[in-house]
């Protein structure tokens, strides 16, 4: 039954963005030729030119779609993942249409019709269509999961789901789950073999058995979805488990810890016909590192020039407010950890560190200066960091950059910190979006930075860049 409801809300969506793909389409040329919002300057095409044009956008929205993932529907996606794949497959969708039509018009159209442009798109009409795809695919898919949770949330249709494992990581599970009840889950209770007598699990969710039990459990239960959040020592009973389950019509969802992401952070390789495992191989490399530079240098060098004169006032403001230089240089330890020079505006009194030596910068740290407080609250201080990215020291995205003193401690505590210098440094990072910067959990950090990593795509980045921009600023462990 919940097969086939998913499938019904595939067909709906597919259906529905490619009505909205031609609305948006008509809605682009009446904007672009029948309104004086745009001059036209070389004529109005006849409307039944772009008419033709319809069913190119009616198949190639829900193809791009698809490309980008929109139809493998997930319950967790957020707003903002929601919003950036809409707004990549109508990218692609932009760029479908075009090639479409000029091989279409240079292959299969008479010439006598091709002299009259019969299937021709105005660069702008293409663009306004972009924004007006976007904005109505979203908006519809926005009233539909506003619809779901409503549904949710008064108990219709929600999936039941059963965790394997009553330990921390399990806990940490229910209490995602618990706290948003807006996903339609429902947790039935926990299997663990090691809760002992304990039959009230957690948060007054049951204990239903052990590991052994959870087929039989998942059947009499009616199970949708298992969270197998099992500590590394027990991989064993991982195995049976998911073997156990194979035979059951039910999602099973693993949730890794630290030790088990780098675990499962490799890549197989070929030997000359043997296999090999490489344990610590990342996919920005080659092509991908390309373009990540490019995207580096192109809004580098924009934010550079936009923000010229903030930083001009900020600078002034420095040199104003204490004695000592404008900018502070540190070392710090960047790609294949090699160090490199991090320039920031000051944000401490002078020679802070000359009785202290390298500490962390604490809440209501005494070294700040009062300008320093806003600009460390504020981000301000990282602005000369730019020039770190346009020089190739740092990128706009990636793990936070470490003092070499600092890296000689975490990298004997921590297992696989190193590999965060796979990558540059980065201006902001999938960590910090999520929390964790300044005096947080160092091994959270890693975790996060770990996964970015291993999932970087240029999506994640922009991803990341829009959340820097919605809840980076002012975070309450800057100091």
């Known amino acids: 039954m919940v097969r086939r409801y998913n499938r019904l809300l595939v067909a709906f969506h597919v259906v529905t963005d490619s009505l909205l793909g031609m609305t948006a389409f008509i809605v682009a040329y009446v904007l672009r030729f029948q309104t004086a919002l745009i001059p036209v300057t070389k004529g109005v095409p006849p409307f039944r030119q772009y008419l033709n044009i319809l069913p190119f956008i009616a198949i190639l929205v829900p193809l791009a779609f698809q490309f980008q993932g929109l139809y493998r529907l997930r319950r967790g996606r957020s707003r903002v993942d929601d919003f950036f794949n809409v707004f990549v497959g109508s990218i692609l969708a932009v760029v479908f249409g075009v090639v479409a039509t000029l091989y279409f018009q240079a292959y299969y159209v008479a010439d006598a019709v091709k002299d009259k442009g019969a299937y021709e798109v105005s660069q702008v009409v293409w663009g306004l269509f972009l924004v007006l795809n976007v904005a109505l695919t979203y908006a519809s898919r926005e009233l539909v999961r506003e619809a779901l949770e409503r549904r949710w949330r008064a108990g219709a249709g929600l999936k039941r789901i059963l965790i394997a494992g009553a330990g921390e990581l399990g806990r940490m599970v229910a209490d995602k789950i618990l706290v948003h009840r807006e996903l339609g889950y429902q947790i039935v209770g926990f299997v663990d073999d090691r809760a002992g007598g304990d039959h009230l699990g957690y948060r007054g969710l049951p204990l239903l058995g052990t590991l052994s039990e959870c087929a039989e459990i998942v059947e009499r239960e009616g199970i949708d979805h298992l969270y197998v959040a099992l500590p590394p020592e027990e991989h064993l009973k991982m195995i049976e488990l998911l073997e156990a389950t194979s035979r059951q019509c039910i999602d099973v969802k693993v949730v890794p810890d630290l030790l088990q992401v780098i675990a499962l952070r490799a890549r197989l390789e070929d030997l000359d016909g043997v296999p090999v495992i490489n344990v610590n191989d990342v996919p920005l490399q080659g092509f991908n590192a390309i373009v990540k530079r490019l995207i580096d240098v192109a809004l580098s060098a924009v934010a550079l020039v936009v923000l010229a004169v903030p930083g001009l006032i900020v600078a002034a ?24 020079t991090i320039q920031k505006f000051r944000s401490m009194y002078n020679d802070a560190e000359r009785e202290t030596g390298p500490v962390w910068a604490r809440a209501g740290d005494p070294r700040v200066t009062p300008l320093g407080r806003f600009l460390r609250k504020s981000n301000l201080d990282e602005i000369p960091q730019i020039w770190n990215v346009l020089v190739g020291d740092m990128s706009i995205v990636g793990p936070r950059p470490e003092r070499p003193f600092f890296v000689e401690q975490f990298r004997h505590r921590i297992p696989q910190y190193m590999l965060r210098h796979k990558v540059k440094a980065g201006l902001t990072g999938w960590a910090q979006v999520n929390g964790w910067r300044g005096d947080t959990s160092i091994e959270k950090r890693i975790e996060y930075d770990l996964y970015y990593i291993e999932n970087w795509s240029v999506r994640l980045d922009l991803k990341i860049m829009w959340l820097t921009f919605i809840r980076g600023f002012f975070h309450k462990h800057a100091y």
């Open 317 to 340: 403001l420095v040199k104003l407010t204490s004695p000592g230089p404008i900018f502070y240089r540190q070392e710090r330890m960047g790609l294949d950890g090699k160090p490199f």
